[in-house]
């Protein structure tokens, strides 16, 4: 086989530095033996970096059920508003992080968003430990801790230029999969560290729980991820954003289109994780469901790389994404019956599917992107943009849970508004793009 241009250029033995400055993923001598590895080092240490972050942004949900258990006294709404405002900067925060990498280079806007994690654990978890903190001042405390919700958009918008198309669909979905776990993550060890005596370290308890916990236990890991990705990741050059680009993607009918499909899967799948605690605790108060709130989370993040592997192996984004949102819609009615019967099991195991659909969902439709965008800077733009969008489902969700709550004295409407909205997606996903003649192949 003749040895090709980049390959000349290189040379036997280059440097890591000419190798990222000679990006060719798409050369296939070039990938396997000097892109792949390199390629896969960042890809686990971003997914990594992801998995704290989404930890941190949806660490509140777990505490804001405790909150009166230990000595505040927040009403309904206001919990379920505090539980929505991490969602409200993270999607916010979106919108200006997806050009991050572009700017400043991937290890290094790693490095940062990871480093400004630090501040909202430590300034909450000393806010936790005095309960005559006023609501306010939390106000101010979890809009910070939301920034955290940011770092996807730069991770995502950085890890699929290390990637050739060809293997885009699995390594996009591994590196927002894997790091959506960090919400079952917090879910499954925060009941373990709410009740961890650790005084000694982190200050005393209240009626036997100890929430600070929460916030200051990941500091640690925290500290250790900035070592693994100074050590194990890149400044890919890549183009570099402008404003004419920028603007560019909003003329685009296929950026809303988009915005609108992958909100229906990952704006609910971080809603229903930031709300599902809360609307558990009132709708089946009797219910101990500290230990299972892990699960919707774990099982929706888990099936995420499958929804991107499975695009890539039939190669059609745009039908996994249509037959998964069927099944959503058929979830979300079987869980409203669910509550309107009373019955946890019947509401909570459609729950379960419900968060398995949103997987799917968002593993497909994040592969549709670079069909639809065939300019990769474009297509690291759109990714970053719907991302943005759809991360204001963390704040939605739970502010409709509460409307609905306070308007009407139970959440039924909420789940019909979300059906609805549910419903119009899959319009929109088989008229565009899985329709006979939509004339675009995704």
Same mark, same amino acid.
């Given at each position: 086989?003749?040895?090709?241009?980049?390959?000349?250029?290189?040379?036997?033995?280059?440097?890591?530095?000419?190798?990222?400055?000679?990006?060719?993923?798409?050369?296939?001598?070039?990938?396997?033996?000097?892109?792949?590895?390199?390629?896969?080092?960042?890809?686990?240490?971003?997914?990594?970096?992801?998995?704290?972050?989404?930890?941190?942004?949806?660490?509140?949900?777990?505490?804001?059920?405790?909150?009166?258990?230990?000595?505040?006294?927040?009403?309904?709404?206001?919990?379920?508003?505090?539980?929505?405002?991490?969602?409200?900067?993270?999607?916010?925060?979106?919108?200006?992080?997806?050009?991050?990498?572009?700017?400043?280079?991937?290890?290094?806007?790693?490095?940062?968003?990871?480093?400004?994690?630090?501040?909202?654990?430590?300034?909450?978890?000393?806010?936790?430990?005095?309960?005559?903190?006023?609501?306010?001042?939390?106000?101010?405390?979890?809009?910070?801790?939301?920034?955290?919700?940011?770092?996807?958009?730069?991770?995502?918008?950085?890890?699929?230029?290390?990637?050739?198309?060809?293997?885009?669909?699995?390594?996009?979905?591994?590196?927002?999969? &894997?790091?959506?776990?960090? &919400?079952?993550?917090?879910?499954?060890?925060?009941?373990?560290?709410?009740?961890?005596?650790?005084?000694?370290?982190?200050?005393?308890? &209240?009626?036997?729980?100890?929430?600070?916990?929460?916030?200051?236990?990941?500091?640690?890991?925290?500290?250790?991820?900035?070592?693994?990705?100074?050590?194990?990741?890149?400044?890919?050059?890549?183009?570099?954003?402008?404003?004419?680009?920028?603007?560019?993607?909003?003329?685009?009918?296929?950026?809303?289109?988009?915005?609108?499909?992958?909100?229906?899967?990952?704006?609910?799948?971080?809603?229903?994780?930031?709300?599902?605690?809360?609307?558990?605790?009132?709708?089946?108060?009797?219910?101990?469901?500290?230990?299972?709130?892990?699960?919707?989370?774990?099982?929706?993040?888990?099936?995420?790389?499958?929804?991107?592997?499975?695009?890539?192996?039939?190669?059609?984004?745009?039908?996994?994404?249509?037959?998964?949102?069927?099944?959503?819609?058929?979830?979300?009615?079987?869980?409203?019956?669910?509550?309107?019967?009373?019955?946890?099991?019947?509401?909570?195991?459609?729950?379960?599917?419900?968060?398995?659909?949103?997987?799917?969902?968002?593993?497909?439709?994040?592969?549709?992107?670079?069909?639809?965008?065939?300019?990769?800077?474009?297509?690291?733009? &759109?990714?970053?943009?719907?991302?943005?969008?759809?991360?204001?489902?963390?704040?939605?969700?739970?502010?409709?849970?509460?409307?609905?709550?306070?308007?009407?004295?139970?959440?039924?409407?909420?789940?019909?508004?979300?059906?609805?909205?549910?419903?119009?997606?899959?319009?929109?996903?088989?008229?565009?793009?899985?329709?006979?003649?939509?004339?675009?192949?995704?």
């Amino acid at each position: 086989m003749a040895e090709t241009s980049v390959m000349k250029k290189l040379g036997p033995n280059p440097t890591r530095k000419e190798i990222l400055a000679n990006w060719q993923p798409e050369d296939t001598e070039f990938w396997e033996k000097f892109g792949k590895k390199i390629a896969k080092e960042n890809l686990y240490t971003s997914t990594w970096a992801l998995v704290l972050s989404f930890v941190v942004w949806t660490l509140w949900a777990t505490i804001a059920a405790k909150l009166n258990a230990v000595g505040f006294n927040f009403t309904a709404d206001q919990l379920f508003t505090l539980a929505a405002l991490p969602g409200l900067v993270g999607a916010t925060g979106r919108l200006f992080y997806t050009y991050l990498p572009g700017l400043i280079g991937g290890r290094n806007s790693a490095f940062i968003t990871t480093a400004l994690l630090l501040f909202p654990l430590f300034g909450l978890g000393r806010a936790l430990q005095n309960p005559t903190t006023s609501y306010d001042t939390f106000v101010i405390l979890v809009l910070f801790i939301g920034i955290a919700g940011a770092n996807f958009s730069a991770s995502m918008a950085n890890i699929g230029f290390f990637f050739p198309m060809r293997e885009k669909g699995l390594a996009l979905g591994i590196n927002a999969g &894997v790091g959506n776990l960090g &919400v079952s993550l917090i879910y499954l060890t925060a009941p373990l560290l709410l009740g961890w005596n650790l005084s000694g370290l982190f200050g005393p308890g &209240v009626n036997g729980l100890y929430v600070q916990n929460v916030c200051y236990f990941w500091i640690i890991p925290t500290a250790l991820t900035l070592v693994l990705i100074w050590k194990f990741m890149d400044n890919l050059p890549m183009p570099k954003p402008n404003p004419k680009a920028m603007f560019s993607i909003f003329g685009n009918k296929h950026t809303w289109l988009m915005c609108w499909i992958y909100t229906c899967g990952f704006g609910s799948f971080i809603g229903f994780s930031a709300a599902l605690g809360l609307l558990v605790s009132k709708e089946f108060p009797e219910v101990s469901f500290s230990m299972a709130a892990f699960l919707g989370p774990f099982i929706g993040a888990g099936i995420r790389p499958v929804g991107g592997w499975l695009a890539d192996k039939i190669n059609c984004g745009s039908r996994v994404t249509l037959i998964s949102l069927f099944i959503m819609v058929a979830a979300a009615v079987v869980s409203l019956l669910g509550l309107q019967a009373h019955n946890f099991v019947m509401f909570f195991a459609s729950f379960l599917l419900l968060f398995l659909t949103t997987g799917f969902v968002n593993g497909a439709s994040f592969r549709m992107i670079p069909y639809i965008f065939k300019d990769g800077g474009k297509s690291s733009l &759109v990714t970053g943009f719907t991302a943005a969008i759809a991360a204001y489902g963390a704040f939605l969700i739970p502010k409709l849970f509460g409307w609905s709550y306070a308007a009407f004295g139970n959440v039924y409407m909420a789940f019909y508004i979300l059906i609805a909205f549910m419903v119009s997606t899959i319009v929109v996903t088989w008229y565009f793009y899985d329709r006979k003649g939509s004339g675009i192949k995704c």
